[in-house]
Nanobody, 121 residues
């Protein structure tokens, strides 16, 4: 059974930090590019960060709104992807979702259930 389980969300003050984790199971994690998305109330889902599969060199990409503040990383041995979030702002408040998409067969795509991040001013 495929699962993506996010954790690490919570309430933090403006300027604070959080580290999100997403543990994968039920598929070959190293073959999948991993992404973080977020969705704030009343807004569309927004791309946050991505890291390529092991074979693709684990290239990273960031959305413009988080560049320089967030860092995505992965541990293939633990089948886990992380999102280190620093200098958090109230506008970062959202539900953060983990996404896995196979590097070749892109129809193989999975989502986690999301974790709430709230940044208070």
């Amino acid at each position: 059974q495929v699962q993506l389980v996010e954790s690490g969300g919570g309430v933090v003050q403006d300027g604070g930090s959080l580290r999100l984790s997403c543990v994968a199971s039920g598929f070959n994690f190293s073959e999948y590019a991993m992404r973080w998305y977020r969705q704030a109330p009343g807004k569309e889902r927004e791309f946050v960060a991505a890291i390529g599969s092991r074979i693709s060199g684990e290239t990273v990409y960031y959305g413009d709104s988080v560049k320089g503040r967030f860092t995505i990383s992965r541990d293939n041995a633990k089948a886990t992807v992380y999102l280190q979030m620093n200098s958090l702002k109230p506008e970062d408040t959202a539900v953060y979702y983990c996404n896995a998409r196979h590097q070749i067969v892109t129809s193989r795509e999975y989502w986690g259930q999301g974790t709430q991040v709230t940044v208070s001013s």
